[in-house]
Each structure stands twice: as C-alpha cells, then as structure tokens.
C-alpha cells in the first residue's frame, strides 16, 4: 500500500492535527482513531525507546532506528524531528536522505544550539546564528529527492530574542525556499495571532503543549488564524506515563499486603483494542493457511 504525502493530509484537512506516535503501537493506535498523520517527536521517542531526554544526547542513526519501526506500523503520513541536522550541511544531507528513505514526509529542522538543547516549552533554548540555519535549510532542500518530502523550518528564537526576531527569522527561512515554518515557544493567543498575520499564505505549524504555562487553543480557531497543522507533542505520552505510574504504584502496594488491586472491569474491550492494533487476526490467518494438519 503506498503512504500518501503530508501535503495530501494536509490538503484533506485543515488544519491538519497530529498525536506524536512514540512507538509502533501508539502509531497503529492513531491509525485507528481515524487521524490523517501523525509525528514523531524525539522527545517523546528517546523516553520511551532509550530512557533519555532530547537534550542532544543521541545521533541520527539511533533516530533512524526508532522511526524505522514506527514507520513500518502504519501506512499514514508522517512529520519526524530532524532535530538541527545532527551536525554540519554534511550530516543535514545524510539525515534528509535517510529519513526519506524511511518514508518521512515532513522534516523540522531546528536552529536550537545543539550544545544548549531544550526539551521543554517553557524553557528558553538558544539558538544559532541566522547564517548557519540557512546554510543548513539550504542543504535540506538540495538534498531532498521526492519534491512531496516537506522541509519545515522550526526557529526557537522566540525565548531568548523576541516574537519580532522568531519572525524575521522565519521569514527569511521562508525566502530560501522552505515548505513551513514552525515559530516554537509562542506564550499568548496574541502571539499566535501576529504570527498568523505576519506570515499570512505560509504553511504555518503549532504545537499544543500540556503543562508548560503556554495557550491552549483549538484546532479551529489556530486554523482561523491561518495555521495549516497542529501538533499535540505529549498528550499521548503524559497520559501513558500517568496510567503506567498510578497502575504499578497499585500493584506495588497490593504486593505489599495493601489494598486489593482487582482486574480491569474492561479488561476483555481493552484486550480486543490491542489484539485488533497488532493485527493479530492476520498473523493468525497466515499461520492457519501455511500449517499442515496431520489431523
């Protein structure tokens, strides 16, 4: 089956909402919700894959690696973090190929200082020189071989320099030749809405971040201010690590001679959920149609 292109989703759906799939069954999970894509975000990724923060610790081929399996999971198009670029043009080139060839159909390139990283909305992330993120944008758009693979140009100068520099700053991404933009950080509706109007006609992306003290909008009113795509960073992610944590701390006290921990009254529908997310009807089919019966 072949994976229709962001720009598809994007043109079904406007603004487009994205859940971040952290692993292979969240990813499948999304799928079944009836979303038209999805993310994948390094945050949410190396927690679940490695037990690291997205703090500039990993390289592109333990990215690859994650996404490899995520990709396989589903057909829907699919946004990855391409972090800066992992190192100079040369590694940007190397990374915008090799996500390529993994099926990402939309590529962030950050201008955070990788040696300052911030993983967190509410923290202000230093950022690079104007120069070095355009040569790096530049190296994106020469490297891409399918026109479709969308290269979006995330700025985080919003935190240490002002909305009117993030803007110029995308603007001037904009003028290279990127597909979008994404000003991160933004910390009023009011901001949301300059940014809509300065950069009016662009594919503009957003991100809705739980917990971090920024607005929560809704997906309509971003798309009233012209935003062509809404991320949803940790929703899945945050409700994973709540339901994981208040489950063992149950357990842990039952083993304990606590409290009595029952099963799940729904444990039946939840189980049909997973089985129908692995497909294990398929596997079943195939096992049946390719084993002899001696009976």
Do not use: C
Request: glycine content about 10%.
């Amino acid at each position: 089956m072949h994976r229709p292109s962001i720009k598809s989703a994007i043109e079904a759906e406007r603004p487009l909402v994205t859940p971040l799939a952290h692993d292979a069954l969240s990813a499948r999970l999304i799928a079944r919700a009836g979303f038209r894509a999805f993310a994948i975000g390094g945050s949410a990724m190396l927690a679940t894959r490695f037990g690291l923060p997205d703090i500039g610790l990993i390289g592109v081929s333990d990215m690859t690696a994650g996404i490899r399996d995520i990709a396989a999971a589903t057909q829907l198009p699919f946004f990855a973090d391409g972090d800066d670029g992992y190192g100079d043009v040369k590694s940007v080139v190397r990374m915008v190929l090799a996500y390529e060839r993994l099926g990402v159909g939309g590529i962030l390139i950050e201008d955070q200082l990788r040696e300052r990283k911030q993983q967190r909305a509410d923290k202000a992330a230093a950022v690079v020189d104007e120069s070095t993120m355009a040569g790096k944008l530049r190296a994106a758009l020469a490297a891409r071989n399918d026109p479709e693979t969308l290269i979006i140009a995330r700025t985080d100068a919003y935190g240490v320099l002002g909305l009117d520099a993030a803007l110029r700053r995308a603007d001037r991404f904009l003028q290279l030749g990127v597909d979008g933009v994404f000003v991160a950080g933004l910390r009023t509706v009011e901001d949301y809405e300059r940014t809509g109007r300065a950069l009016h006609g662009a594919l503009l992306s957003a991100a809705m971040f739980e917990g971090a003290g920024t607005p929560w909008i809704a997906p309509a009113q971003l798309g009233a201010m012209g935003f062509a795509h809404v991320s949803f960073p940790v929703t899945l992610l945050f409700r994973v690590v709540a339901a994981m944590r208040g489950a063992l701390g149950d357990l842990r006290h039952y083993a304990g001679g606590g409290a009595t921990f029952m099963p799940m009254a729904d444990a039946t529908a939840v189980r049909e959920i997973l089985d129908r997310a692995v497909d294990l009807a398929r596997w079943r089919e195939i096992e049946n149609a390719h084993t002899e019966n001696d009976a």
